[in-house]
């Protein structure tokens, strides 16, 4: 599987913004990440094509690569996809091995909000007692 020439990169992000998540393909998202990592690396997404070809249908990806693609995904889908727990190092290392760790995400039910504790400032200071505390 290769990157769908017939696309621009626009078009691509624009399909992705008017699907839900379950309605993605594999090909959607495999394009979706190799254009997030053309932009990474500063080449074109043609450019990413080639090397695709001549890696055999797959190129090596690093984490920051990975990480930055999952979130773009995420944001454009409006779904959290990949948790930290997910994303151990052997599934970020090709393009196609995070594609398959997305499309599992994708199939899989959404995942529940991450609530972040609230902060309250209704602590109580401990200080050891002395006379003069009692008074």
Avoid at 18 to 28: G, M
Avoid at 32 to 54: H, L, M, N, P, W
Avoid at 92 to 108: C, M, P
Avoid at 127 to 134: E, F
Wanted: with cysteine.
């Amino acid at each position: 599987m290769g990157i769908t020439s017939t696309k621009s990169v626009t078009e691509s992000r624009e399909h992705l913004r008017l699907v839900s998540a379950n309605q993605l393909t594999k090909d959607d998202i495999k394009n979706f990440i190799s254009a997030k990592v053309a932009e990474i690396r500063g080449c074109t997404y043609e450019d990413i094509g080639q090397e695709i070809a001549q890696g055999g249908g797959n190129i090596e990806l690093d984490s920051l690569e990975a990480v930055a693609a999952i979130a773009s995904l995420e944001s454009r889908i409006g779904r959290e996809l990949a948790g930290a727990e997910d994303l151990a190092p052997d599934q970020l290392t090709t393009l196609d091995a995070l594609t398959d760790l997305i499309v599992r995400q994708v199939d899989a039910p959404p995942k529940p909000k991450r609530d972040t504790p609230k902060r309250t400032n209704d602590r109580k200071i401990h200080r050891p007692s002395t006379d003069a505390n009692r008074r």
